[in-house]
C-alpha cells in the first residue's frame, strides 16, 4: 500500500534544476525519518539524502553541494531541491520512510515507499 506521494519528475537539460515534493500522512511524516532513493534500471537502489526528525541532513557523495532535503510541517511535504543536474542524475526517484531512524539504516529498514517520480537529464 503505497503511503507517499512523490511529484515533479521531468525532463530537464544538464546543469538545471528540479523539486521534488513527498506527500506522508501525519503519522509517518511526524515519527519517521524521511530519505529520497534513487534507482536506475539493472542498478541497485541508491540513497541520495536523508533527514531526521530533528531536521539534520545527510546526503550521498555524489549529490552534496547540488541537492538539498528540506521539509514543510504544516504540508507534511518532503522536497529534494536538485540543482546543477548532471546526466547521471537520471533515474527513477523515490521517497521512503524509516521507523529506525537508524544512522547506518538501508534501504530494508524503510518501511514506507512511493511509486517513483522519474528525472531525465539531457546533456
Known amino acids: 500500500q503505497v503511503q507517499l506521494v512523490e511529484s515533479g519528475g521531468d525532463s530537464v537539460q544538464s546543469g538545471g534544476s528540479l523539486r521534488l515534493t513527498c506527500v506522508a500522512p501525519d503519522d509517518i511524516y511526524r515519527s519517521y525519518c524521511m530519505a529520497w532513493w534513487r534507482q536506475v534500471p539493472g542498478k541497485e537502489r541508491e540513497a541520495v539524502a536523508f533527514i531526521d526528525t530533528d531536521g539534520e541532513t545527510t546526503y550521498a557523495a555524489s549529490v552534496k553541494d547540488r541537492f538539498t532535503i528540506s521539509q514543510d510541517n504544516a504540508k507534511l511535504t518532503t522536497y529534494l531541491q536538485m540543482d546543477s543536474l548532471k546526466p547521471e542524475d537520471a533515474a527513477m526517484y523515490y521517497c521512503?520512510?524509516?521507523?529506525?531512524?537508524?544512522?547506518?539504516?538501508?534501504?530494508?529498514?524503510?518501511?514506507?515507499w512511493g511509486q517513483g517520480t522519474e528525472v531525465t537529464v539531457s546533456s
Open positions: 521512503a520512510a524509516d521507523p529506525s531512524c537508524s544512522s547506518t539504516a538501508t534501504e530494508f529498514d524503510f518501511t514506507s
